[in-house]
């Protein structure tokens, strides 16, 4: 799970939607639906989200 949304803080502005290159946010009815298993860990949708409501979490045992 690399991002987590905090729908409490979320305006459903569709930012992170919109600059996740591979689709993995989507807006279904009135909340943003992550789905984990098209995510690439690229961190643009924290950036991207004005009401800081994304949490990214960098890939856990991932080493350089
Ligand atoms: S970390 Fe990147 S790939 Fe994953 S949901 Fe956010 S914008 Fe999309
Ligand atoms: S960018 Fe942030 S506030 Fe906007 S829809 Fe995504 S999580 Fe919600």
């Given at each position: 799970m690399p991002i987590e949304i905090n729908h409490s803080r979320c305006i459903q502005c569709i930012g992170c939607a919109s600059v996740c290159p591979v689709g993995a946010i989507e807006l279904i009815g009135l909340r943003m639906v992550f789905h984990p298993e098209k995510c690439i860990s690229c961190g643009?949708?924290?950036?991207?989200c004005p009401a800081n409501?994304?949490?990214f979490i960098p890939k856990a045992g991932v080493k350089k």
């Open positions: 643009a949708c924290a950036k991207a409501a994304i949490k």
